[in-house]
């Protein structure tokens, strides 16, 4: 993280439960900056961006017909250096896979959130365009390469990471993604891992979350305290997530995982803060 924080500009409601986490994920980027609607943005702008562009735009959006595309390209217009981004909460996450509502707006599930930003931060402090910088018209694969190319490349420090599933052609799929983005699987154990797992991450996919994962989770995390644990989850929901959470996950991303998620969070997890401790794991 930079000695200056970002500033980001969060427009819409944050009073559901998924859009309440997202909402205190951001706040550990920096300086976040709240508008109820994209008329309250233009009409009240934020006395830190009048001459100054947000880092990221993020447009809430607690269900698929929330905003209308027209309100979208107006803040747009008032901050066209901007990348704009919407946030989808539970209910718009659902659909998520027939594409966005809005053409052309890059939209993230609100569980990824904090990874997402956590790699488009990192690319933009690196002066990189990275995945935003692409047309609007780029296919999911060519964001998909664009991650993996601006990947963690000479970076120090990362973690030792293992993966575990319950699968064997889960686990292939999430050490190939994990190669991708140039942080290998140096452990690989199919069904639930082990509780004295010696590496620094865990990427754990549980498919769906079960009352024996999470009892599982609680003992792995009392085990090995330092241990970070990602949680890959089906179609994660505030309730699920936050007992992963209390019960010692770091992070929970959905499934199949995206490759800027799963590397953004990653990247968290060895980047200091501002005050030059880690960051803090998602939810805890």
């Known amino acids: 993280m ?12 944050a009073a559901s439960a998924d859009l309440r986490l997202a909402r205190q994920w951001t706040g550990e980027f920096g300086e976040v900056h709240e508008r109820l609607t994209p008329a309250d943005a233009l009409q009240d702008v934020p006395e830190m961006l009048v001459e100054r562009s947000p880092a990221v735009i993020l447009l809430a959006s607690p269900t698929p017909d929330q905003w ?18 919407s946030v989808a909460g539970g209910l718009a996450d659902g659909r998520r896979r027939s594409g966005p509502p809005l053409p052309g707006l890059e939209e993230v599930p609100w569980h990824d959130l904090p990874g997402r930003l956590a790699w488009w931060l990192r690319d933009r402090d690196a002066g990189r365009p990275g995945s935003l910088g692409l047309p609007a018209t780029a296919r999911r694969e060519e964001r998909a390469a664009a991650a993996g190319e601006a990947a963690f490349g000479g970076d120090g420090g990362l973690p030792a990471v293992s993966a575990a599933a319950k ?30 797992e010696s590496t620094g991450v865990l990427i754990w996919d549980v498919g769906n979350l079960t009352d024996d994962d999470l009892a599982w989770l609680e ?42 998620a799963l590397a953004g969070t990653i990247h968290r997890f060895a980047e200091p803060g501002p005050d030059g401790l880690p960051l803090r794991t998602a939810g805890r």
């Open 167 to 196: 699968r064997p052609v889960d686990l292939e799929g999430l050490c190939d993604l994990l190669a991708m983005v140039g942080c290998p699987a140096i452990r690989q154990t199919q069904g639930r891992p082990p509780l004295d």
């Open 68 to 85: 209308s595309l027209e309100a979208a390209v107006a803040v747009s217009r008032r901050w066209p250096l901007a990348p704009l981004v």
């Open 219 to 260: 003992m792995m995390a009392a085990n090995r305290p330092a241990l970070r644990i990602v949680v890959l989850e089906s179609f994660p929901r505030p309730d699920t997530t936050q007992a992963a959470l209390r019960k010692g996950a770091a992070a929970v991303l959905g499934r199949p995982a995206s490759a800027e």
């Open 2 to 13: 930079p000695t200056i924080p970002h500033r980001l500009l969060w427009i819409g409601p």
